[in-house]
Structures are given as C-alpha cells and as structure tokens.
C-alpha cells in the first residue's frame, strides 16, 4: 500500500511539470522568434519605426485572433476571415464617405460581421461536409463582392468624404487600439473561460457528438461562437479604417491563414476542445506578426515567405499533436 502511494506521489509532479511546459511553451516560443530575428536583421526587427508598424499588425490580428477562438475551440475552421473584414471594411468605408460619421460607418461594419457570420454558423450546422472547404470557397465569393462593390475604384479614401472626418496621430489610435484590444480581450476571457458559452464551446470541439448527448444545443451554440468571430473582425475593420483612413480589394487577404497560424502558435490545437484558450490569440497574433516581420526585413519574397511560414505552421503541429493526438476521443 505505501509503495503505491508513494509511486502516486512521484507521478504528480511529472503532471504539473509537462501542464506548467505545455504553457510557458507559446511565450518560449514568442521570445525565440524576436531573439532569432533580431539577430538576423541586425536589430531592425526592434527598431523605433519598425515597432510602430508591427503595433498597428498585431492588434488587427489578434483582434480577429481572439474572436476566433471560440470558433476553433468548438471545432470549426474559418478560413474566411480575412473576406469578412475585407467586405464589412469596404462597405463601411462607404458609409463613412457618404456620411462623415465613424459611428453609422462601425454600425454597418457590425451589421455586416454579424450577417455573415449568421451565415457561416448555418452553414456549418445544417451542411455536413467539412466546413473549412465552405470557408475557402466563401473566401473567394467574398473576394469578388468587394470586386464588384468597388467597380472601377482601386482603393477608397475616407478623405473624400461629405464631411470632414478626423484623422488620429499614431499615438491616439495607439492609445484607442490598445484600449479596445485589452477590453475585447476581457470580455471574452470571461465570456470563454466563466460562462456557459465556453462550456459548450469546449465540449462541442471535444467531441459534438457527445456534446449533443448531454444536452448541448449545438446550433444556437455554433451561431453564438461565429457571433463572437464576426465581433472581432468588425472591430479589427473599424480600428484598421481609423488607422489607414482607406479600404481596398487588398484589405485581409491572408488573415485567414495568419489567424490560423496564430492559434497554433499560440499553443491553441486545431481540434478546439478543453484546451482552448484565449490567451492563445493574444500571443500567437504577436508571435505570427514578428516572424512576417523578420522575414520580410530579411528580404525574402512573398513566396518564400509564405514557405517559411508553411514550414513553420506544419512543425508546430506536429510538434503540439504528441501530447494530445491519442486523447482525443472520436468526432
């Protein structure tokens, strides 16, 4: 009997010691890409001018990082999320021109995040296929609305608008994106980790069919968590409209694999489940926006960017997928 109690006793520390390694890893990670990158740029990754772009990158990132949370986590890949933005930006961007108000301009872009994400939760509970070939087919159908919203236009200009509207130095909308940033990331900490929303969220990416056998109304859930993605990307859509002052057919064109990467890095599996958690968007929307940073500073092509970023995405999967691959229980 004393011999299995102390065995016990040896085995807890081993728990808390690879749970305390499985969190720290992300943040290991972060500073591993700014040490990494800082020597190869010489120091330019860290420079004055150089922070102050990476700022405005990564709030429009985790932005839509954090709101995707409760997507992955209850076991959905949204791909679209960069199309989303791109068509709430553009139409609000119109709205702003016709009306010189930022409010009725943010009221549109909600509006429009919310439409479509009512939209994708539908899809994802009443069409049984895998949903992310719907997110990429919807990413390109967004692309060609904003195509035919924009007709001749190139780039919108919020400085055509009827009235004058005010533009922000780089410190307020510093001061303002922060701001926004930190209450967005407090109100879903809490709405993920402290109410019923994340339960269900969590169980659902666990495994939906149990979900539903415990009494888990997977359809409004699913509805719910696509709401909270469209919230992020229609703030990210006002904040980067504040900052640019312009809307174009450019605008999140790889969002949807930067919020994905994101979360991977940020120690968050792709499988959703229990072990979802928010802090993932916040940290790997930092960690994915210096290694853009320092590859491009590097000098490397858009291609050879992308490759990188690849290799990058598929060893942290297979990397994070040992400790959980044989946990899971079938979907």
Not at 7 to 23: E, M, N, Q
Not at 141 to 149: D, H, Q, T
Not at 237 to 244: E, G, H, I, P
């Amino acid at each position: 009997m004393e011999q299995k109690i102390e065995a016990k006793t040896r085995k807890a520390p081993s728990k808390i010691d690879a749970r305390l390694i499985g969190s720290l890893a992300p943040v290991a990670g972060l500073v591993l890409v700014v040490v990494v990158f800082s020597i190869l740029t010489k120091g330019a990754l860290l420079s004055a001018s150089n922070l102050q772009a990476l700022a405005s990158s990564v709030i429009t990132t985790a932005m839509c990082a954090i709101g995707a949370v409760f997507v992955f986590g209850a076991g959905y890949f949204d791909m679209s999320m960069g199309g989303s933005l791109c068509i709430a930006a553009v139409l609000g961007a119109k709205v702003m021109i016709a009306s010189g108000s930022y409010f009725l301009g943010f009221v549109v872009i909600l509006a429009i995040s919310m439409v479509l994400a009512i939209i994708k939760g539908l899809l994802a509970s009443y069409v049984n296929i895998p949903f992310f070939i719907f997110t990429i087919i919807l990413s390109s159908i967004f692309s060609a609305v904003v195509l035919v919203i924009m007709g001749s236009e190139t780039t919108i200009s919020l400085a055509s608008a009827a009235k004058a509207m005010r533009s922000f130095s780089f410190a307020e909308i510093s001061v303002i994106s922060v701001i926004v940033l930190a209450l967005f990331f407090g109100f879903c900490l809490v709405m993920f980790n402290y109410t019923p929303l994340g339960v269900k969220a969590k169980n659902m990416g666990g495994n939906i069919i149990s979900a539903r056998q415990s009494g888990i109304n997977t359809t409004s859930t699913t509805l719910t968590v696509f709401l909270m993605g469209g919230l992020g990307v229609a703030l990210a859509a006002l904040l980067l409209l504040m900052r640019t002052r312009t809307a174009d057919a450019s605008m999140g064109g790889t969002l949807g694999t930067d919020v994905m990467v994101a979360l991977v890095l940020g120690g968050m599996p792709l499988s959703g489940g229990p072990r979802s958690k928010i802090s993932a968007g916040l940290i790997g929307a930092v960690t994915i926006t210096f290694l853009n940073s320092g590859l491009a500073i590097m000098g490397l092509t858009t291609g050879q960017i992308q490759a990188t970023r690849g290799v990058v995405f598929i060893i942290v999967v297979l990397v994070s997928s040992l400790s959980y691959r044989g946990k899971l229980l079938p979907r």
